[in-house]
């Protein structure tokens, strides 16, 4: 074993590095999942003339979405969507008003929205896609869509460069001194 690291150093480099490249392959593999989620996503029958004319603005969803989550109507919020699966678990929320566009972010634009009866905010997501907006909801899909990983994806991966930088060189450090020791007891 002395031997092997002899030839071959106090590092196992190629280890270290397949561990560096860890979560560039995390995130492209995540990139990856978005792409066929784009591609499986949407219904073509939310994207006729008719929904593009109705869909046209942000706006135009805004107000739509308003009447959609004050009565919990699943098939005009998956009309909204766009998306081919129904949208299970909506609650009706009679006292839900619109507020206010609250920020463009990109190609997406966040509704706020407010229920006066237990004084909650809502927030929903507005984006165009192929010619009419659609609402987005939170998921894997909206966090790549929109770049909101990196808030997440930067400082984990920063994390984990540096304590890979660490563990290597505490683990050099370690393994010259045994060398070294190793030297000095063996002759």
Partial sequence: MAEERK???YVDWPYVLGLAALPVL??????????IQELTRYEPAYFTTEY???????????RALELALREGDAELMAELRG?????????????????????????????LYFNSGNFNRVTENV????????????GLYFYIDSG????????????????????????????????????????
């Fill in 7 to 9: 030839r071959r150093g």
């Fill in 26 to 35: 995390i995130v492209a593999l995540l990139f990856g999942v978005r792409q």
């Fill in 52 to 62: 593009v004319e109705r869909y046209d603005t942000p706006g135009a969803v805004a």
């Fill in 83 to 111: 998306t081919k699966n129904l949208p299970t678990g909506l609650i009706p929320e009679p006292r839900l008003i619109f507020v206010f566009l609250l920020n463009v972010q990109g190609d997406y634009y966040q509704y």
């Fill in 127 to 138: 984006k165009a896609h192929s010619d009419r907006y659609v609402v987005v909801e939170p």
């Fill in 148 to 187: 909101l990983w990196t808030t997440a994806a930067a400082p984990i991966a920063a994390t984990w460069w540096i304590l890979l930088v660490v563990y290597t060189a505490a683990t050099y450090v370690y393994r010259r001194m045994a060398a070294a020791r190793q030297r000095m007891f063996d002759r």
